[in-house]
DNA sequence: TGGTTAAACGGACAATTGTCCGTTTAGTGT
DNA sequence: ACACTAAACGGACAATTGTCCGTTTAACCA
């Protein structure tokens, strides 16, 4: 007896629900559609909806993950071509992918953050592979630095911190209360990471 | 004609609605209360108590307004009997003081930011005052050093970045994912800062 | 003290989120 | 081809959040 592979009908509804998705939220905005909403335009019953995904969150953060790969794949490319440059524009260049990132998907980001349910463990934006994949290139370039420091905090320490400080909802205050614009709060965190690896 | 004032029941109702929510969340826990179940313990119609707090968020935040009171008295001495120290101590201090209010009040914080609704523009954790208090007193201690530099970030950027890194859920991630004790978390921040400062 | 009025009240009513459970169906082995 | 079974299905149900609106009441002023 071998393993059941997923349902094609499964698999045609999963299909299903992220292309209503998309459309609802393209129309009207993350926030005011419901998950009833989409399951009634989608054709199916709430309960298929939700045996999928938990909450609409975690249907953010599966609509996310295409977009994701295709930004770590422009990150991994754009390390490989800068590789010889100095940690500070390695560092700096994948902080503003992530800037670029969060403009275009704030929405989104937003929703999948708010709504994952913080008691549940394994279930904030801390445990996807995108977080960790930015923590993990942002470590190795302050590795390097960091090698040649005493005192010097752990790398995957100072990444963690860096991320978190670029999170979407900070990130959109910061740049409404202070007036800037996105390039000039990327210059701002360039300094902030000059400052680090001084 | 003088303007009214807050109603004398009204004033009784929000220090029992207060003094209701304590209880629940201390005998229940934060997540598992429901706003019905609120109301309806303190014995007053769901409209009163929705009228007075917009979401469990909303009367979270209230409830740390005393203790962010506290909190920044604290700060306030604790800034007056450091003043001769140097900028990391000070810094450093602040951070911890910090720390021990979200190992403290994790619950209500957590409840607060997730509930906070985040298209409202005015109802998350940046426009309270103990944001804005925190994020001056950092800021000024930040300003005292980067005077000094050529291309320095902004100050009060320099302190929301700070801010942002020490967030409930992503700090209790980092301390876990770790295992590092409160201790050895504040250690790492204090590295953080001086690399800042350095 | 008594009338006026703006504010507060709360039960009942939506809307949204999340779950249960009996029914259907696609895959697997004979 | 056919029966069997595990998985998927969806409507109906429960719980929670949030709002409406007719009623009551405390503060103000004459």
Redesign the pocket.
């Known amino acids: 007896?071998?393993?059941?592979?997923?349902?094609?009908?499964?698999?045609?509804?999963?299909k299903l629900i992220l292309q209503t998705a998309l459309q609802l939220f393209d129309k009207h905005g993350v926030q005011?559609?419901?998950?009833?909403?989409?399951?009634?335009t989608a054709?199916?019953?709430?309960?298929?909806?939700?045996?999928?995904y938990?909450?609409?969150g975690d249907l953010c953060m599966d609509m996310l993950q295409e977009y994701a790969k295709q930004l770590t794949d422009e990150i991994d490319e754009l390390l490989v071509s800068s590789q010889s440059l100095p940690a500070l524009d390695r560092l700096s260049g994948i902080m503003n992918k992530w800037i670029d990132a969060i403009e275009e998907k704030f929405g989104l980001i937003v929703a999948m953050e708010s709504?994952m349910?913080c008691e549940d463990e394994r279930g904030n934006f801390f445990h996807t592979p995108m977080y960790r994949y930015f923590r993990d290139k942002m470590a190795s370039i302050f590795a390097e630095i960091h090698a040649t420091k005493e005192h010097a905090a752990d790398p995957e320490m100072a990444a963690h911190a860096l991320i978190c400080s670029m999170s979407p909802i900070g990130y959109f205050h910061m740049k409404q209360e202070k007036g800037y614009s996105t390039e000039q709060i990327k210059e701002q965190f360039r300094r902030l990471c000059e400052q680090y690896l001084a």
């Open positions: 007896m071998s393993i059941r592979r997923e349902r094609k009908d499964a698999i045609e509804h999963r005011p559609v419901s998950m009833h909403q989409i399951a009634k054709g199916i019953g709430q309960a298929t909806l939700y045996r999928r938990a909450h609409k709504k349910s």
